[in-house]
């Protein structure tokens, strides 16, 4: 089992590496507003260092949540990361992977964390940033850097201890405490 989880994390190394060496803020621009009425056109624009939305410096981070409609326990945990983001003011996203937008549409017509916040729900009609990220199961949560580099993954609902973890460091900006879990 040890031989198979280091050959899983060199595997992820490799994945990442590969996404940050790319242009990473053009990989976003592949997620489209599910809200139509929204005035940022891209989600470069939302997460790019230029101070044109919010001051971003080296010490904010950004969730991403990827979920599905499919998915049960997405919808809960999108709460939680709600809950989180609002206590350490670290802006929280969640990309829809589905594969039919009127699927993901059809879904937040009913969520109420969708109706409080549409500006943070995004598709990935082209499926380049799951790619890109190696996201094969969700929920997964990404945390990206300043300048759109991820450096924190899971996947999977993470329990209250990891949550609670989770949302003391984001608040001390203690990430490099974070270890990756997959």
Request: hydrophobic letters at 50%.
């Given at each position: 089992m040890d031989r198979f989880f280091k050959i899983a994390l060199f595997i992820l190394a490799i994945a990442q590496s590969n996404f940050i060496s790319a242009n990473s803020i053009v990989l976003y621009d592949s997620l489209v507003p599910f809200d139509k009425n929204q005035k940022i056109s891209t989600f470069s624009q939302v997460i790019s260092p230029q101070p044109t939305l919010v001051q971003r410096t080296e010490k904010t981070y950004t969730l991403?949540?990827?979920?599905?409609?499919?998915?049960?326990?997405?919808?809960?945990f999108m709460y939680d990361l709600d809950k989180i983001s609002a206590a350490t003011q670290s802006p929280y996203y969640a990309i829809s992977i589905d594969d039919k937008f009127i699927d993901a549409e059809n879904?937040?017509?009913k969520h109420p964390l969708y109706k409080k916040h549409r500006n943070r729900f995004w598709f990935d009609q082209q499926s380049k940033l799951k790619q890109s990220?190696?996201?094969?199961?969700?929920?997964?949560v990404v945390i990206i850097d300043h300048q759109g580099k991820p450096i924190w993954r899971t996947s999977g609902h993470l329990n209250s201890d990891d949550l609670f973890k989770l949302k003391q460091l984001l608040a001390n900006n203690n990430l490099d405490q974070l270890t990756n879990r997959n």
């Open positions: 991403l949540q990827f979920w599905a409609s499919w998915c049960h326990s997405c919808a809960g879904y937040l017509a990220l190696a996201i094969t199961t969700v929920p997964t």
